[in-house]
C-alpha cells in the first residue's frame, strides 16, 4: 500500500508519522519512508527515535531504484 504524506506544515507531517509508522511497521512486513536524498540523514534521526516493533527502511529515491535493479535486473 502506498501512502503519501504531503503539506507545508512539518510538524503536522513528523505528528502524522510518530502516528502512523509504528502501526505500519507492525502491520506490514517491509516498510519504506522514500524521502528526498537531502533529507535521509535527517529522517534516518528521526525513525530511529521511534518505537517501532519492526524496522522501517528510510530511503531515497535513487537507493530506492539501486535496490530494485539490482534485485531484478536492469543495471
Do not use: H, W
Amino acid at each position: 500500500m502506498l501512502t503519501l504524506i504531503y503539506g507545508a506544515d512539518a510538524a503536522a507531517r513528523r505528528r502524522y508519522l510518530k502516528e502512523s509508522l509504528p502501526a505500519a511497521s507492525s502491520r506490514y512486513s517491509a516498510v519504506y519512508l522514500l524521502v528526498p536524498e537531502q533529507a535521509v540523514l535527517e529522517s534516518e534521526t528521526f525513525v530511529s527515535e521511534l518505537s517501532c516493533p519492526f524496522g522501517v527502511e528510510v530511503t531515497s529515491f535513487r537507493r530506492l531504484a539501486n535496490s530494485i535493479f539490482r534485485r531484478f535486473g536492469g543495471l
